[in-house]
Structure formats: C-alpha cells, structure tokens
C-alpha cells in the first residue's frame, strides 16, 4: 500500500528533459518501481523541476496513475464515498468523474491510518479498473467514465468483506486482469468481468484477504504469476491457475503488505514482525522448488524494494 495523503495532486515538469512516459499501474510500465523513460539529471532542484498545476483531493492510498494524455487519482469523501477522477494532463483539467458507495471501517487497531480506498488503478489504455474497499472491482472507459461492468465480489461469490478492504493493485496483461479478492487469486476477462478461473481461496475477513499485489515473472525458465498471501508467496500458472510451489513467509498477524520483488530466479519479500528474504525458485522436471538463499533481520513493512543493478533499495519500518 502507498499511502497517499491526498490534500492535493501536483504535476511537476524536468524543464523538458524527459518525455512524458506513462506510468498506467501501481509500481509504473513493468510494476517494478521503475521508469523507462530518458536518464534522469542528478538533482531536481528549483532549477530544473517547476509545479505545473495542482488539484486539491480527499484522502486516498492509491498512487495516481498516467495513462497517454489523462492522469486518473481516487479518494474518499465523507467516510462513504470513493471516487475517481480524470485529469487532463497538461493542464490538470477535470476530464471526468465517477463515483459509488462503499467504504470500510477497518479495525480499530488500524483506524487511525485512515478508512480511505487503498489500491492504485490500471489502464491498458482503453479502459480503467478501480477497486473499490468493499471488495468491488469497476471497469470504467478511461475516455469518458462510463462503467462497463462491475464484479462484485461479496455478492457474487458470498464472501466476507475484507476487513482492511481491498488492498490488491489490479494487473491487466494482454485480455485478463488479476485481483486477490474473493478471498482468492482471481484471473478476469478484462472485456466482460467473467471469471476465468479462481484460485488460493482463504477464509477472507480478517485472517485471509490479501494486502499485497501480484506481479509476472519468470523464474526456473517459466512465466507465472508471483502472489503473495497472508502467510504464502506462491507462484501461479496464468493459463490455468494452478499453484506451481509454495513458500511460508513468516510475519506477525499475516501482514504481508509489499509486493514480491523478482531479480533473475529470486524473489525478494520483507514483512511486519519477520524478516527481509531472498528465496530461490529452482525447477527439476516438472517440480518447482523454493529455498531461502539468505535472509536479513530489517523489517521493509509496507515499502516495496527497487532492484538497481542487482541492489534492492528500500524504506524500513520505523522503529519506536
């Protein structure tokens, strides 16, 4: 989760030294944290960054998202409300806005970080998917704002509503998109919302329903999906769900919040409560296998590592 407290939204430019490059999905273009666009220059002082508008925004811990000419954000209004907004990029004009009821009172132990809508957005371009916290997933035509479909994931398949809302980033790849809600890993036709498969079900609530997002990698030579539950990082096959290998990931009460990093046949993880890892996926045959190639006491918590050059850079819990 990247918390966002949404008083405001800039739009910054590099005195046109970089393209405006897309960043359309939580962690940007390959959800790894990092950009594709030209070199940076080594500062982004006054001189060479300047504010090109400002909206202000209700709170929120979704990331914006840019997506060609539009930049999409959400928040919650009022305690009831979510909404998503659609800018106009160069100018910051409001383009569009749609909105619905649904929040969650998370539990009290966590209230004070906020009841607002936690996953960032994806765009393929043509169309946006926004999850809402009570466990819903919206198709909305990124010109317009018009809704496509809706799958909500209560009532279609009669599960508990998350206790800390639904945390997972959409991932959209060629015609699917891929949430952890359901109380399960879900693979969805990104056209009409029809369920493609369903896997990794758990007992939802407060001891299932993931805080962490799905990414794509390829390790031991095959292309899965790297999903990391409560207590798990799995791998999983996107033809048909099925789970490749398993991995316990220790953490106090499943907070399991930041997403896999993969580099190379490894996969990094760090969690509240347990320890940062490097594990190695290793296929013989037909048969995955996973072992922990080293581990570190540091505690990443809720930030997400950037891999550079075979370095992973990232924040660390504050400790009191």
């Known amino acids: 989760m990247k918390i966002l407290l949404n008083t405001g939204l800039f739009l910054v430019s590099a ?42 925004l209700g709170p929120s811990y979704s990331g914006p998202i840019a997506c060609g000419e539009r930049v999409f954000t959400t928040e919650t209004r009022e305690q009831k409300r979510e909404i998503v907004t659609a800018f106009e990029r160069g100018s910051g004009k409001e383009l569009w806005r749609a909105e619905w009821e649904g929040t969650v009172r998370v539990p009290f132990f966590a ?13 393929d371009g043509e169309s946006l998917f926004v999850a809402g916290m009570r466990d819903v997933l919206l198709c ?13 994931f209560v009532e279609k398949l009669e599960t508990p509503v998350p206790a800390f809302g639904f945390v997972c980033a959409p991932l959209v790849e060629d015609e699917a998109v891929y949430v952890q809600a359901g109380a399960s890993f879900v693979k969805l036709d990104k056209r009409t919302g029809e369920i493609l498969w369903r896997t990794l079900r758990d007992a939802g609530g407060r001891r299932g329903s993931a805080f962490s997002s ?33 991995q316990p990931v220790e953490t106090f009460r499943g907070m399991n919040i930041l997403t896999p990093v993969a580099y190379r046949d490894m996969l990094f993880t760090s969690t509240h409560g347990g320890r940062t890892s490097g594990f190695k996926v290793s296929q013989a045959g037909d048969r995955f296998t996973v072992s922990e190639a080293w581990r570190h006491k540091a505690q990443g918590y809720m930030s997400t590592p950037v891999v550079i050059d075979g370095v992973a850079y990232t924040h660390l819990e504050a400790r009191g």
Do not use: H, M, Y
């Open 214 to 246: 799905p990414i794509f990698a390829t390790l031991a030579g095959k292309r899965q999906l790297v999903v990391q539950k409560r207590e798990k990082l799995t791998g999983v096959d996107p033809n048909d769900g099925r789970v490749l290998w398993e």
């Open 111 to 123: 209230r004070s970080n906020g009841d607002w809508i936690r996953a960032t957005p994806a765009c």
């Open 140 to 152: 909305l035509d990124a010109q317009t704002g018009r809704e496509r479909w809706r799958f909500d």
């Open 15 to 56: 005195c046109a030294l970089l393209p405006a490059g897309d960043w359309p999905q939580w962690r940007g273009p390959r959800r790894d944290g990092l950009s594709t666009g030209r070199t940076w220059p080594n500062s982004l002082d006054t001189n060479l960054l300047r504010q090109s508008w400002r909206v202000e």
